[in-house]
């Protein structure tokens, strides 16, 4: 059994949480609320102890026979994220759907259905037409306010489909009717980003209104604003405002908002690239090549050498008056200065844990073991097709896989795992044949996530990367992703040749 902070889906049903010493059984009792039973529900969940495996057990039978539906959905997630029996949680859902048609849980199976796009060729306005359908079947103002989030969430989803379709028009539409939601700053981000680059200046009033909205709740006295979604999305919509006062010619805020952030984070992190390609526009509209050499070089140096700034640089390069290089060789510099930089960091990172072992079934159906590769570096990519940061991180893995396929001491294993699915080997092979990745995928347990391999290494959330030595001790475990390539391709050639050096 897992330890979740209450896991979020048991807070949605009450809005609040605690931990309570008590495991007395509390199910059974007549008068119980969902409030009580939830906060009752959450000790054991989190205590993980036997005694409290023993109790939750108890009390799934009195969950089962409840007639209030808040108290009766607290059995299938006690079920999937305790008692790790997601198939039975799903045969709950189903029956609670049946005996509350207008009720919540049926709400949310409804709302799968929505957005439910097998074949990757949905339009948007099928989509709009069966969210309509569903809003009329579920009304929001038949539930409580503090449960209608999933509304704000449906429009946003709806318009991040039609920007993606470069129905920039319709995306604005909806995107207009959340311009009072607490999450603006983080929907305008998502849609915006969602869409065609040659369409982004149709957003610019509404992103610089969410980078207004961003700044001023992070600016906000009351902590649970500045700690909210608004104000957690000022530094991801910054760049996008900076291009967007600079389109209605305000250069020199936008090369001091840039600069700024640049020099805070050592021309390095996840902002960086695109900053300095926004700053590079912005110095040369007011003519000046050598600071927007400058501020490239910098970046590159710590962040790597992306085939936008290259090209941005090699434009730039003739201007510079560094006749005694030619660009080939000034940009290996650049490249051989980034890797030392990098060897430098993974050096103070390396670890020392036996890796746990396994066995999986690949896509062709055949037992791959862990120990199958003794001998070898083995790299490990936790992922899921849901995953947003383990997609846009592949074209990266994949440069490390083409990089190293020759190698016979390298192996690279990507592990699918946290698929809800019943379908998701059909799901997965669709996935990888559809973008011509060349992995080696195994399939992870599903369903008993105490017997998964992610969980046994200790995983907690993906995308994973895992770097194990020949002698089978993991020597790297970092989560996240990027779509640096340049990035992924040189932490992977360090990881592996300090493993090699290690085992």
Known sequence: MKKINLFSAICLLSGICFLTPSYAQLAKQ??????????????????????????????????????????????????????????????????????????????????????????KNTSPQVFEERLLAWRKAFPEDSFPETDRSIYSFATQNLARHFARANATDKALQYLEELKDADNFAMVTYTVVNASAKEETPK?????????????????????????????????????????????????EQAINLLKNRLEEDEYSGYYANKDVEILTKAYLLQNKPKEAFDALEKVMKNNGVNPSLEELSKGLFPTQKKEELNFENYIADIRKTYREKMTAKYEKEIINTEAPSFTLVNRDGKEVSLADY??????????????????????????????????????????????????????????????????????????????????????????????????????????????????????????????????
């Open 30 to 119: 007549k008068d119980i609320t969902a409030e009580e039973l939830t906060k009752h529900i959450s000790s054991l969940v989190n205590a993980g102890t036997d005694s409290a495996i023993t109790e939750l057990k108890k009390e799934i039978i009195y969950l089962e026979q409840s007639d209030d539906e808040a108290i009766l959905s607290l059995a299938p997630f006690v079920y999937e994220h305790a008692l790790d029996n997601v198939t039975k949680a799903e045969e709950l859902r189903t029956e609670i759907a049946t005996k509350f048609p207008v009720g919540r849980t049926a709400r949310g199976i409804a709302y799968n259905k929505v957005f439910e796009d097998k074949d």
């Open 374 to 503: 003794k001998g070898k570096v083995v790299v490990i990519d936790f992922w899921a097709t849901w995953c947003g940061p383990c997609i846009i991180s592949f074209p990266g893995m994949q440069a490390a896989v083409n990089k190293f396929k020759d190698d016979k001491e390298v192996e690279f294993l990507f592990i699918n795992t946290w698929q809800r699915e019943k379908d998701y080997k059909e799901l997965v092979e669709k996935f990888i044949t559809d973008n011509k990745y060349t992995f080696h995928v195994l399939f992870d347990e599903m369903e008993e996530r105490s017997k998964a391999v992610v969980t046994a290494f200790g995983v907690r959330g993906i995308p994973t990367k895992v770097v194990i030595d020949k002698n089978g001790m993991i020597r790297f475990q970092s989560a996240g992703g990027s779509d640096n390539v340049e990035e992924i391709l040189t932490e992977m050639e360090v990881k592996i040749g300090l493993a090699k050096q290690a085992s």
């Open 203 to 251: 957003y610019n009033a509404l992103i610089q209104h969410a980078y207004q909205v961003a700044d001023k709740a992070s600016q906000s006295s009351d902590e649970k604003i500045k700690k909210g979604d608004n104000a957690r999305y000022k530094s991801a919509l910054l760049v996008l405002y900076a291009n967007a006062i600079l389109d209605d010619g305000g250069s």
